[in-house]
């Protein structure tokens, strides 16, 4: 059973902690990719899968989400389509700005403020032009503590599991 811990101030994730990226409008999927891949899929939550699960880190007010089992990073494209690429620290399109909505929150690409993050209801996750789609549940998502189905989590390199969640 995972906590819920909602978070208005000032957003802060632990650098030892896993997290998984959840969109409102696919119930029961996270963000992922598949090995070696260069784009981000949904894939129905599994505890164990590594391309589920990333570190979160802010730099100057923004976030970039890293996965560190490959050290790869979610990314805007300069055409405005997403991408998994290798992490690097000086590269803009790996960062996202978080604006908290009520009971979740959405995610914009920091270089690119006037497109926002959307999931379809049939699992496509795309940018879109923010103006048009702000206020849409496509849009929502949810960072959670990576949970591992433990009650109470467990101790490991990226602390303990399921706690927490940005975004109600």
């Known amino acids: 059973m995972c906590s819920l811990l909602g978070i208005q101030a000032q957003v802060e994730f632990a650098k030892d902690k896993l997290y998984n990226i959840l969109p409102e409008s696919c119930p029961g999927k996270v963000l992922s990719y598949q090995q070696n891949g260069n784009a981000p899929v949904l894939q129905a ?17 923004s976030l970039r989400f890293i996965n560190p089992f490959e050290n790869k990073a979610l990314h805007a494209k300069t055409d405005a389509s997403l991408g998994i690429t290798e992490n690097n620290g000086s590269d803009e399109s790996q960062l996202w700005k978080v604006e908290q909505k009520g009971d979740f929150v959405q995610l914009s690409p920091a270089n690119s403020l006037h497109l926002i993050l959307s999931c379809s209801p049939k699992g496509q996750l795309m940018l879109l032009a923010k103006e048009k789609a702000a206020g849409s549940r496509e849009t929502f998502f949810r960072i959670r503590e990576k949970c591992d189905g433990i009650s109470g989590g467990t101790e490991g390199k990226y602390g303990r599991a399921c706690q927490g969640v940005l975004g109600g």
């Open 45 to 61: 939550t599994d505890a164990g899968n590594q391309y589920q699960q990333w570190t979160v880190s802010n730099l100057s007010g």
